[in-house]
């Protein structure tokens, strides 16, 4: 079955700083790979993901996230973090299956101290 | 483009009644849906998979007799609690696609508490 795992539960920066929020994966075949953000009381929302081609994607809102597949690491990357950064950030994989349904991991939390 | 809404954005029944809770895709048709439910500081637990025009698919656990899912167009699903208990009470989120190896665009949810 394929899975994310999320190490971290929260990441503190500050602000300005260069910001990683780290992802492994575990799958069977190739890795759909996906990076969603979430701010309080809201949905989801979309801001990268890696299907193939090159292993550096760039996303939403200045975020990029690193394909590695030898470490099974999708890490979401950002040079410069911003306050407004700060919010609940979740890596997914697609299933396999019939549906593609996404895998969700824990989630990490982000604060971008001023 | 890609937006999705729910409605309401939040509730509060009493328990033992029935609430129903909309998903629809404002700019794109969507031929699969999908319900998510999420507990506090927990991540997004999938509860069913549906197309349009046909029955849902439940996760392992989810009792479908509770959660009843209709996928009626290929704009609307709608989600229906019955017999709400407190233990209902939680954050739900629909997502949609739009077709087999796109991504999802998920709604704002809706927070359900049951009283």
């Known amino acids: 079955a394929q899975s994310v795992a999320q190490p971290e539960d929260q990441v503190n920066v500050a602000e300005g700083n260069p910001l990683t929020v780290k992802c492994t994966y575990s799958?069977?075949?190739?890795?759909?790979l996906f990076w969603y953000v979430q701010y309080p009381n809201r949905g989801l929302q979309f801001l990268l993901k890696y299907i193939t081609g090159d292993n550096l994607v760039k996303g939403s809102y200045g975020f990029e996230a690193e394909f590695n597949k030898s470490q099974t690491s999708f890490h979401l990357k950002k040079p410069s973090a911003l306050v407004s950064d700060s919010a609940l950030y979740f890596c997914?994989?697609?299933?396999?299956?019939?549906?593609?349904?996404?895998?969700f991991g824990t989630g990490t939390r982000l604060l971008v101290s001023p | 483009g890609a937006v999705v809404s729910q409605h309401p954005s939040w509730v509060i029944c009493k328990s033992g009644t029935s609430v129903k809770i909309e998903c629809r895709s404002l700019?794109?048709?969507?031929?699969?849906m999908f319900w998510y439910r999420q507990f506090p500081k927990q991540s997004l637990m999938l509860m069913a998979t549906?197309?349009?025009?046909?029955?849902?698919?439940?996760e392992q656990g989810v009792e479908k007799d509770k959660f009843l899912i209709n996928h009626a167009s290929l704009t609307l699903s709608t989600l229906t609690v019955t017999s709400a208990h407190p233990e209902d009470s939680s954050f739900y989120i629909c997502?949609?696609?739009?077709?087999?190896?796109?991504?999802?665009?998920f709604g704002p949810g809706t927070r359900l508490t049951v009283t």
């Open positions: 997502s949609a696609r739009t077709g087999t190896g796109e991504e999802q665009y």
């Open positions: 700019d794109f048709q969507a031929t699969t």
């Open positions: 549906s197309n349009e025009g046909s029955k849902a698919t439940y």
């Open positions: 997914a994989v697609r299933d396999g299956g019939g549906f593609q349904k996404l895998v």
């Open positions: 799958v069977s075949g190739n890795p759909y």
